[in-house]
């Protein structure tokens, strides 16, 4: 199989690139910083609760692999597409096993903030 038909790379003109203009990196790209909470705050919403679920109140684990229900996830009170903000006072520990019944509508989040939030059984 031949190429020749195809114009070599050499052969178009380059487009200068300003020295000044930044450089956008993939990771900066995809603005994790804007969607995800960042490592310092989960420390403090571990410490705040206990390392336990705000939900059903199992000790709940970072590093777990062998039961991974008991994992510890981070849960938004007024979800980020409603407006809600990556801080402390809108942030709950819970438990992988509680926070997928919450995004299932199994649970319902009632409260607008981390100091007064409960959580029911949706009948």
Same mark, same amino acid.
């Given at each position: 199989?031949?190429? +020749?038909?195809?114009?070599?790379?050499?052969d178009?003109?380059?487009?200068?690139?300003p020295?000044?203009r930044?450089r956008?990196?993939l990771k =900066?790209?995809?603005?994790a910083?804007?969607?995800?909470?960042?490592d310092?705050?989960?420390?403090?919403? %571990? *410490?705040? +609760?206990? $390392? %336990?679920?705000?939900?059903?109140?199992?000790?709940?684990?970072? +590093?777990?692999?062998v039961?991974?229900? *008991?994992?510890g996830?981070v849960?938004?009170?007024?979800? %980020?597409?409603?407006?809600? =903000? $990556? +801080?402390? $006072? $809108?942030?709950?520990?819970?438990?992988?096993?509680?926070h997928?019944k919450?995004?299932?509508?199994?649970?319902?989040?009632?409260?607008t903030?981390? *100091?007064?939030?409960?959580?029911r059984?949706? =009948?």
């Amino acid at each position: 199989m031949s190429f +020749d038909h195809l114009p070599a790379l050499t052969d178009r003109p380059r487009m200068a690139i300003p020295k000044d203009r930044p450089r956008i990196l993939l990771k =900066a790209a995809k603005d994790a910083d804007a969607k995800t909470v960042a490592d310092a705050m989960v420390k403090t919403i %571990r *410490k705040r +609760d206990k $390392n %336990r679920c705000r939900c059903c109140g199992v000790f709940v684990h970072f +590093d777990s692999i062998v039961l991974p229900l *008991k994992q510890g996830q981070v849960h938004h009170i007024i979800y %980020r597409s409603k407006g809600g =903000a $990556n +801080d402390s $006072n $809108n942030l709950v520990l819970v438990c992988a096993k509680c926070h997928a019944k919450i995004h299932a509508h199994e649970i319902e989040v009632v409260g607008t903030s981390a *100091k007064d939030v409960q959580f029911r059984k949706v =009948a």
